[in-house]
């Protein structure tokens, strides 16, 4: 999971000043880098991203506060080392120098979870490393490979968002002089961690010195270490590296000299912040060893705005509409001509727009001069052969982008000053289609009672606007959008075979139960019960169950009927979900008011594998039934198409979203799922009470008439 944090105290008034003092009051000697030394460290290797160039000039000033007894700045041996850059890593990494997964047992061993230590069933799951912990570890190995080729026998290895205590010099000196003594029995050491974070419940080790340990495990963090030239040999040898760098670590301190100072001296500067994404923080999360709420927010940096994507080929259109969606631009794309609001917003003197990107609008390319005129500073993209003198006219303010190989991050980003997400370019397979605008209905559809809840903030919720109420386009048949069906029904439980449907052995960090195979019941020749209750588990206190249909679906109707479960802190759950990126649709009846439904989705942009999972509350709204669904069975429905999402209730349209109210439409494939589950938040749901338990929902059917994705069709009769 992605998360961004954008602390920028350095930059503040306040943060400005300290660093001032710090520059001119606090410079510190540091033996360890003395020329008269002949044990010293040689040389510094900063490992940083060529579009970092903020995080490189930060660094230096950080570099210059360190001096050796001359005076004279380490920053002066400082030697940039190009980082490899999790956008550009090759597809096919190099398997001798990495491998890529990892198992769950890797990860314990470093960071002991207690609530997973009798989940042994678990622990050979296999991770599959992030592209950004791929690139760290192949900008690290690199490092190693230019220390073991070289002639110095000790460097100082850096990330470019290290910063230094106060007390660095003062610690690093007395380690330095125990290390180096000629009658030392630690002078031929490998590595000296200088940066590190302990395992929650600190790193088992060996005391050397009162400066001075040496770690067995639980060593997080690669910021800042000390490496010989035989340490790095040795490293060299070890490979591949398996799993991320800082993991695999400690896994070889068994065969390493490895040191580290008695604290860490050099921490990570939050004011850069960080687009690292952990691979095992989702595993962890879905077998409930974390319990914390993960759901990040996305914060993209200031864009130049309004962007304009004007010309030939859809397709090259297409991938660029969702190119910056990516970066965080509010996209309207898939229309003919502009809604009527919104043009008049663009084009008159109210500029707040509810779109600040405009992709294959046909009425804006022949108003180009206008919007020159409009918006001096804005940013204008055009696709396909054909030259459109105005634009040749726009110089740095226009692309030109003819064909989808020439399509790609460093182009769109290096045009609009921004940074990539760690995430590969979207080429699309298929067209995005431009669909007509329905025209405003006199008498619009009347549903039952609703309230909108609190939801999440991101580039892809429109607030509530009084005269917004989306992009609805004509023609809206379910029948029309699905090439091919695929139909799951499970009105017999009794049917229930693994190659349909999986039972869960999972949770998730809002649930404070446990899903088990055991807690799905066949109670009857045509029901299903699901059975939360007060019990023990390896992670929590309750057990429930969750089941997930094994296939995958690109839109269609998904009905349920069934029966849920009374109680405050309940939840019954009937969705579509996937992740990366995030998208779901959800059907929620809360145990403390069932007399009420929740219909939410969650949207996030890309496409398979953008690694963008933002938000933790989605877009909720509560409607009122009109009855209470725990007396009796009753239908609910999801009917999902690429122009609109239906919510039906026993036949009824209780609910319907278009495009943009207030998120885009979900567009990629995605699992159905129903559960019952005892939700954290007494807010949402209210506070259980454990003499409600057990708690029952009860399934009668399921009917899934889902769209084949495009991956699935080949392998259908």
Not at 15 to 36: D, H, L, M, N, P
Request: glycine fraction near 4%; include cysteine; charged fraction near 20%.
């Amino acid at each position: 999971m992605k998360k961004y944090t954008h602390n920028h105290f350095w930059k503040t008034p306040f943060g400005k000043f300290k660093y001032f003092v710090r520059k001119i009051f606090f410079k510190q000697k540091c033996i360890a880098f003395e020329t008269k030394n002949k044990t010293r460290i040689e040389k510094i290797f900063s490992i940083n991203l060529d579009r970092k160039t903020q995080r490189w000039k930060q660094l230096l000033n950080e570099l210059s506060l360190v001096v050796d007894a001359s005076s004279i700045p380490i920053s002066e041996m400082n030697i940039r080392f190009p980082a490899i850059d999790a956008v550009l890593i090759n597809q096919k990494t190099n398997k001798k120098q990495l491998t890529t997964n990892y198992t769950l047992a890797d990860q314990l061993f470093v960071e002991p979870e207690n609530l997973l230590l009798h989940a042994d069933f678990k622990k050979n799951e296999i991770i599959q490393m992030s592209r950004q912990e791929e690139a760290v570890a192949l900008s690290h190995i690199a490092v190693w490979a230019k220390i073991a080729s070289g002639n110095d026998e000790y460097t100082l290895v850096l990330e470019d968002d290290v910063f230094f205590d106060n007390c660095f010099s003062k610690i690093l000196n007395s380690a330095w002089e125990e290390l180096t003594a000629n009658d030392s029995p630690l002078k031929t050491f490998d590595l000296l961690y200088l940066s590190y974070v302990e395992a929650k419940n600190n790193a088992p080790k060996l005391l050397i010195t009162d400066h001075l340990f040496a770690p067995l495990s639980g060593m997080w963090h690669l910021s800042g270490y000390v490496l010989s030239k035989t340490g790095a040999n040795k490293l060299l040898e070890l490979l591949p590296v398996k799993g991320p760098v800082d993991l695999w670590m400690n896994h070889q301190f068994q065969k390493l000299k490895v040191y580290a100072t008695a604290r860490s001296i050099i921490s990570q500067n939050d004011s850069l912040g960080s687009d690292n994404s952990y691979s095992a923080l989702p595993v962890l999360l879905r077998l409930g060893a974390l319990t914390f709420d993960t759901g990040s927010t996305f914060c993209p940096e200031k864009l130049p705005k309004p962007v304009f994507v004007m010309g030939e080929n859809g397709l090259v259109q297409s991938s660029i509409a969702t190119a910056l969606l990516m970066l965080g631009y509010r996209t309207c794309f898939g229309v003919n001509v502009l809604p009527r609001a919104e043009a008049e917003k663009l084009f008159g003197k109210n500029k707040h727009t509810i779109f600040d990107a405009y992709v294959g609008i046909v009425e804006l390319e022949i108003r180009v001069e206008e919007l020159t005129e409009l918006y001096p500073n804005s940013k204008f993209i055009f696709t396909g052969t054909r030259q459109v003198d105005t634009l040749r006219a726009l110089g740095t303010n226009a692309l030109f982008l003819e064909t989808i190989e020439n399509c790609n991050w460093e182009k769109i980003c290096e045009f609009l000053d921004c940074l990539p997400p760690a995430s590969n370019f979207p080429i699309l397979i298929d067209t995005i289609e431009c669909r007509t605008l329905a025209p405003s209905k006199s008498n619009p559809q009347r549903f039952p009672r609703k309230r909108t809840l609190k939801h999440d903030v991101s580039p892809w919720i429109v607030s509530s606007h009084k005269k917004w109420s989306g992009l609805t386009f004509e023609n809206t048949d379910n029948s029309f959008f699905i090439e091919r069906k695929y139909t799951i029904t499970a009105n017999k439980f009794y049917d229930f075979t693994e190659k349909e449907w999986e039972l869960l052995e999972d949770t998730f960090p809002s649930n404070m139960a446990l899903f088990r195979h055991n807690n799905f019941l066949q109670t009857q020749s045509d029901q299903a019960s699901i059975v939360l209750k007060k019990e023990n588990s390896y992670a929590r206190e309750y057990t429930s169950a969750s089941i997930k249909s094994n296939k995958s679906f690109l839109y269609g109707r998904f009905e349920t009927v069934l029966k849920p479960a009374r109680g405050a802190g309940l939840v019954t759950g009937f969705f579509l979900q996937r992740n990366s990126p995030r998208q779901e649709i959800d059907i929620e009846i809360l145990g403390n008011n069932t007399h009420q439904m929740v219909a939410n989705v969650y949207y996030n942009p890309g496409v398979e594998g953008s690694n963008f999972d933002y938000g933790n509350r989605g877009t909720p709204v509560l409607i009122d039934l009109g009855f209470d669904a725990a007396d009796n069975f009753h239908s609910y429905v999801i009917e999902w198409t690429p122009i609109a999402i239906r919510w039906f209730v026993d036949g009824r349209l209780v609910y319907e979203r278009v495009n943009w109210s207030p998120t885009p439409i979900p567009h990629l494939p995605m699992n159905c799922f129903i559960n019952l589950w005892y939700c954290r938040s007494k807010e949402f749901a209210g506070p259980l009470s454990d003499r409600s338990l057990p708690a029952t929902s009860t399934i009668r059917s399921v009917c899934i008439e889902g769209g084949t994705p495009r991956n699935e069709r080949k392998n259908l009769s």
